[in-house]
T-cell receptor, first 113, second 115 residues
């Protein structure tokens, strides 16, 4: 059972480089999310997409862009990476609506040097 | 804004002992509350959730949580901890916006289980 799949799992970037984190879900979910996790900070929402064709900013959107490519895929792009973006990134998905469980991928470890 | 606070950053319990992890929420109406667990190097797995109704919620792996409106709390409990329960535990509250719905997480409680 694939669920939510993120690539790459590990990445090292130099400051100023760009990269895209890919996420795909096979559960036919409408809503998708990107969170970042930092020590002592819990998970913070970067962007989310309530349904195909819509995206909205979360708590910490600065320095990121997203694309909801289709219902399955939701990518996160760092245009000019900064050391402050060193983090673990989690993609998640759920059915649209407030009572549905949000399912998480296994995370992408990003280091910016 | 809706938020949750986990007062304990680290907790250590002996294997076989009981466990209670604290979570306090800030929200005027009845919140949607969740507990997730994260094993080292892994994603998050849902343990249980509360939307309404019975205030004692049963989850997976022998965990339960009790919603107490008077105390604005949603504490996670387990009667007897196993070494495999060592992990990071996150409390979260559901937040609605104009366009959708997401979770706001607490900062987590790291559980260490000693022999």
């Amino acid at each position: 059972n694939a669920g939510v799949t993120q690539t790459p799992k590990f990445q090292v970037l130099k400051t100023g480089q760009s990269m895209t984190l890919q996420c795909a879900q096979d559960m036919n979910h409408n809503s998708m999310y990107w969170y970042r996790q930092d020590p002592g900070m819990g998970l913070r929402l970067i962007y989310y997409s309530a349904s195909e064709g819509t995206t909205d900013k979360g708590e910490v959107p600065n320095g990121y862009n997203v694309s909801r490519l289709n219902k399955r895929e939701f990518s996160l792009r760092l245009e000019s990476a900064a050391p402050s973006q060193t983090s673990v990134y989690f993609c998640a998905s759920s059915q649209q609506g407030t009572r549905n469980t949000i399912y998480f991928g296994e995370g992408s470890w990003l280091t910016v040097v | 804004a809706q938020s949750v606070t986990q007062p304990d950053i680290h907790i250590t319990v002996s294997e076989g002992a009981s466990l209670e992890l604290r979570c306090n929420y800030s929200y005027g109406a009845t919140p949607y509350l969740f507990w997730y667990v994260q094993s080292p190097g892994q994603g998050l797995q849902l343990l249980l959730k509360y939307f309404s109704g019975d205030t004692l919620v049963q989850g997976i792996k022998g965990f339960e949580a009790e919603f107490k409106r008077s105390q604005s709390s949603f504490n996670l409990r387990k009667p007897s901890v196993h070494w495999s329960d060592a992990a990071e535990y996150f409390c979260a509250v559901g937040v609605k916006s104009n366009s959708g719905y997401a979770l706001n997480f607490g900062k987590g409680t790291s559980l260490l289980v000693t022999p």
